[in-house]
């Protein structure tokens, strides 16, 4: 609280809080609400709309701010407020307030941060949920660690190359909800604004300090090979989920994100250009992306696992061919598949139920679900067990059978019939807890007897209609109805008089409600530490579950690229070590969902010795840009495993992919255009290497005419003499193919247009060769440009055409004469007007008298207009 805080003894209690909770915000229970104060309850009402209202006076007879929201509903808040970033700590009361002396005593129970989440309602979807830790050692080195505690996946390695945009680069397929930072010799502002700038949506913190190795979880390997200051993303990130998530810290399990650690190197930039699993253009977040398109998953896990793979593919050559073996086999299953597909799509996401069960936020019926899923699960083995079946499956086959102990624990404790969702008992089965059940059997005994005293008390005093009920006041009660009031014996004592009745109560029953009592709370308690103590059990197998959760997601990510192959057309491409690029017949994977049969194939063929530069030129809407992605999606399916849209395909390994795309990703971002194209290019020549795969959209467009045109050229002589990286550039410079074909590695292409009297025809064919014209004033005739607007800008055309505006290499004088000429007609020169006077001056006509005064006048206007500082009259 800022202002000068108004003091009572709760808010002294919620302000002791704030301090040991520095950086959350505090939801402290207050009776049926959670409630905040002073700023922070300025900002809960702001952030979810609820109202602010103020608490007090206090003794001094001050006022202060106050916000809260009902208990009940705390669940749905907290998703909201995570959602936008926040840190919230839980304060509960941890005593009854009935029996409290004084102030109740209320503890943090509960911390909920973006990343370390494992309720469905927050998570909002099967997609992993990152938590991750990057430390830069100020030399430029850097390394990560990234958890999804969900499932139990902890990813670390080095940074994909020098600096920030080398960690940038590895976090970015990742996409984190929280990331920790720690910069070890400078402050971290160039981390924090970098990690700000790709991740706007993710929560930041700076990151605590490491915890000690032995306290990392067991199934970290002693010696991981991983350098020191891999080591220590590791042991932050493990400090953050000590303090976050302690119950969950010893489940997680070290997992590679490639074979040997290597991947397929996309950046921030290529993911979006690529739009792999979030559209490019924020004003249509729904747009179409890669991952939708091809996701033919049927379960939780397996949708993750795809996501994962195509921002992941593979970097190795071994590791692909595996998994395009099992492709391949499952493919070949035909209609086999399909049954498969459907035995898949019966288990459910076991991976977060049990992350849900360490971290104890799991209703009692989630075991039962979670029993039934590994069951599921258990079931396809038998589906994949086959003599043929590569190594891939043979593995996940293994993989699948939760461990015996943990399905015996399962079937001995819990009963037959899967609670309700919502029903929180009975939780065991009879005869798992004989303490449990020894108390169940003293209430039943009790409730038994009950119904025997009913019967024997109406008997005994001939009250036909005696009845015994039950009301949370009074606890039970014999009920007699007036008719019958002469009959109630003398040891009765009246309780309770409603309208129509009198109520009674006898020492018996007595005796028995407080027998009925002790044995429901004996069985409350009794179940409640058996319960905790099956769930210690269970937790030895949570890694376990998340294994056979990965297996799930393998299998179905597998089966999912099957089904492309059988249903899309899909081919097997070959993999190799080679640097060649051969597409037959390649298709846009999402263009050609959208476009069908009006969908153009295309070839590609580019190879590291030989011709490995292809530029593009040709009108806009030509098909330019399509085709570009088109080549760079067909490579990362290719080493993702998958098999791609084509009727051929050979892909020498790709060890990076860049891209660089339009200029919309300028906006909103405080750069010019150019600018950002510039760096980004920048960035591209730096750091691409002859097995890298780049690609060039509009190189040097956000700029005048003469600079985008040389930056242009001296990009491609850089990539074709230097880099020697496959590329393919498409330029608005038909300037430059003339140049291209000086070089012996590049190739000019343009996608065919047929002109045609009514306008425009775009064939999208790929042609071997360049265009000469840009068609721009065509493509502004389709776009409904009035005609004599076209008209002139024809003219004009044509005119600029005449007078070759060329590089200057080619006809550079006449552009440096125009230049010149323009300098010369200098409109600030001062001195003009007095040129032209003396000019108009005629000595022969006039009087010597008349010269003499002309002649002053015009020496004092030479004087004045010479600049300070000149000579003195
Ligand atoms: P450019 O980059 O040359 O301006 P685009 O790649 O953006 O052109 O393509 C423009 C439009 O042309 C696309 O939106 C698509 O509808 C169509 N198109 C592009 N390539 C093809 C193709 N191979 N087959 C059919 N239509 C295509
Ligand atoms: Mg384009």
Redesign the pocket.
């Given at each position: 609280m800022s202002e000068a805080a108004p003091s009572t003894p709760l808010l002294d209690q919620y302000a002791g809080v704030k301090a040991r909770y520095p950086g959350h915000l505090v939801l402290f229970r207050v009776g049926d609400f959670f409630e905040t104060f002073g700023d922070d309850a300025r900002l809960l009402s702001r952030e979810l709309d609820v109202v602010l209202t103020a608490r007090g006076p206090d003794a001094r007879g001050d006022r202060v701010p106050m916000a809260g929201v009902p208990h009940h509903a705390v669940e749905t808040y907290l998703a909201r407020l995570v959602g936008k970033g926040y840190k919230v700590a839980l304060c509960d009361q941890v005593e009854d307030a009935r029996f409290a002396k004084g102030l109740v005593r209320r503890e943090v129970t509960r911390v909920v941060t973006p990343g370390t989440v494992v309720e469905d309602r927050i998570l909002g979807g099967p997609d992993h949920s990152f938590l991750a830790c990057v430390v830069a050692d100020g030399d430029g080195a850097g390394a990560f660690a990234a958890v999804d505690i969900t499932t139990g996946d902890w990813f670390h390695g080095p940074a994909d190359g020098p600096d920030v945009d080398g960690l940038l680069s590895a976090l970015a397929p990742l996409q984190p909800r929280e990331i920790l930072w720690h910069d070890v010799r400078t402050d971290g502002a160039a981390l924090a604004g970098g990690l700000r700038r790709e991740h706007p949506s993710a929560r930041l913190e700076t990151a605590p300090p490491p915890l000690a190795e032995a306290e990392l979880p067991a199934a970290f390997p002693a010696e991981t090979g991983a350098g020191p200051l891999v080591v220590e993303a590791d042991r932050r990130l493990a400090a953050y989920l000590r303090a976050t998530q302690p119950r969950l810290l010893p489940h997680l399990a070290l997992v590679a994100r490639g074979p040997g650690g290597r991947r397929l190197v996309l950046d921030a930039k290529t993911l979006r250009h690529l739009e792999i699993v979030r559209p490019m253009n924020p004003d249509d977040p729904r747009g179409p992306t890669l991952l939708d398109r091809l996701d033919e998953t049927v379960t939780p896990p397996g949708r993750r696992t795809l996501a994962f793979w195509l921002t992941n593919p593979l970097a190795d050559l071994r590791a692909i061919g595996e998994r395009q073996d099992a492709v391949e086999h499952l493919r070949a299953r035909g209609a086999g598949l399909e049954t498969l597909r459907r035995a898949l799509s019966e288990v459910p996401d076991v991976a977060r139920t049990a992350s849900r069960i360490a971290g104890r936020r799991s209703r009692p019926g989630e075991l039962s679900a979670l029993r039934a899923g590994l069951a599921a699960a258990a079931r396809l083995v038998p589906r994949l067990a086959d003599p043929g079946a590569p190594p891939v499956l043979e593995r996940i086959a293994r993989s699948l059978a939760a461990p015996p102990a943990l399905v015996e624990l399962l079937r001995a404790a819990l009963p037959d019939a899967a609670l309700e969702p919502g029903d929180d008992g009975p939780r065991f089965r009879a005869g798992y807890a004989p303490e449990v059940d020894g108390w169940r059997s003293r209430e039943s005994a009790a409730l038994a007897a009950l119904a025997a005293l009913e019967r024997t008390e109406a008997e005994r005093t001939g009250i036909r209609t005696l009845k015994i009920g039950y009301n949370q006041v009074f606890g039970y009660y014999l009920e007699v109805t007036r008719p019958h009031l002469a009959r109630v014996p003398a040891d009765w004592r009246r309780r309770q008089t409603v309208a129509q009745a009198e109520r009674y109560t006898t020492d018996r029953l007595e005796a028995l409600e407080r027998e009925v009592r002790e044995a429901r709370e004996g069985a409350e308690e009794a179940e409640g530490a058996a319960w905790e103590q099956f769930l210690t059990e269970v937790d030895r197998h949570v890694a376990a579950v998340h294994a056979v959760a990965r297996a799930v997601g393998e299998l179905d990510a597998l089966a999912a690229f099957a089904r492309l192959a059988q249903t899309r057309g899909y081919v097997r491409p070959t993999v190799d070590a080679s640097r060649g690029l051969v597409i037959r017949d390649g298709r846009?994977p999402v263009?050609e969902q959208d476009?069908g049969a009006?969908?153009?194939?295309?070839d590609t063929e580019l190879d590291g010795a030989g011709e490995r530069l292809l530029v593009l030129t040709?009108?806009?809407?030509?098909?330019?840009?399509?085709?570009m992605r088109q080549v760079g999606l067909l490579v990362l399916l290719a080493q993702s495993g998958s098999f791609v849209p084509a009727r051929f395909a050979r892909v020498g390994l790709v060890t990076k992919l860049f891209t660089r795309m339009g200029f919309t990703d300028a906006i909103g971002r405080g750069k010019s255009s150019f600018l950002v194209e510039m760096s980004e290019v920048a960035e591209i020549l730096r750091d691409a290497d002859d097995r890298s795969l780049v690609l060039l959209?509009e190189v040097g467009r956000g700029t005048s005419t003469f600079d985008g045109l040389a930056l242009a050229w001296a990009i491609l002589r850089h990539l074709h003499d230097v880099t020697r990286a496959r590329s393919v550039l498409?330029t608005h410079y038909h300037q430059l193919t003339e140049l291209i074909a000086a070089l012996p590695g590049a190739r000019n292409a343009h996608?065919a247009v047929r002109e045609e009297p009514g306008g425009l025809v775009?064939l999208?064919r790929l042609v071997p060769g360049s265009t000469d014209r840009s068609l721009g004033v065509h493509v502004a005739r389709l776009a409904g440009i009035p005609d004599d607007v076209l008209d002139e800008a024809d003219r004009l055309l044509r005119r600029l055409e005449a007078d070759g505006v060329r590089l200057p290499s080619a006809r550079g004088k006449r552009a440096a004469r125009y230049t010149q000429a323009v300098l010369l007609a200098d409109p600030a020169d001062s001195e003009a007007p007095l040129r032209a006077e003396l000019d108009r001056l005629d000595p022969e006509r006039l009087a010597p008298e008349e010269l003499r005064a002309a002649l002053r006048a015009l020496q004092a206007r030479a004087r004045s207009s010479r600049p300070p500082g000149g000579d003195a009259p």
């Open positions: 846009h263009l476009l009006a969908f153009v194939p295309n040709g009108p806009n809407m030509s098909g330019k840009s399509t085709y959209d498409a996608l775009f999208h």
